[in-house]
Nanobody, 125 residues
Framework: EVQLVESGGGLVQAGGSLRLSCVLS????????IGWFRQTPGKEREGVSY???????HYADSVKGRFTISSDHAKNTVYLQMNSLKPEDTAVYYC???????????????????WGQGTQVTVSS
């Protein structure tokens, strides 16, 4: 059974940092992409960042220069380092798996196959 488990959310002041983790289990294909998404009530879900199994990355304009996505294959974990956080970054953050070979730039065109349960990030002003 494929599972994605996020952790690392919390409450932080504006300008602060958080690192989210997404642990993937039950998946052995070598071709995939992992995306970080966020959603707040009343807003559309936003694809924040993607990383492919080849290691290329993509960022939404809203987080470019502030967020960094990375992966540790030995730990089956994808991280989202979030710096210079703003109140508008407040959301539930989800990681999701896109099965198959896809570049990070193209990953946003595909509906993920599996989702994690989400982790709340709250940035206070």
């Amino acid at each position: 059974e494929v599972q994605l488990v996020e952790s690392g959310g919390g409450l932080v002041q504006a300008g602060g940092s958080l690192r989210l983790s997404c642990v993937l289990s039950g998946f052995t294909n070598k071709d995939y992409a992992i995306g970080w998404f966020r959603q707040t009530p009343g807003k559309e879900r936003e694809g924040v960042s993607y990383i492919s199994s080849d290691g290329d990355t993509h960022y939404a304009d809203s987080v470019k220069g502030r967020f960094t996505i990375s992966s540790d294959h030995a730990k089956n974990t994808v991280y989202l380092q979030m710096n210079s956080l703003k109140p508008e970054d407040t959301a539930v953050y989800y990681c999701a798996l896109i099965v198959g070979w896809v570049t990070a730039d193209a990953a946003g065109r595909y509906e993920p196959d599996y989702w994690g349960q989400g982790t709340q990030v709250t940035v206070s002003s």
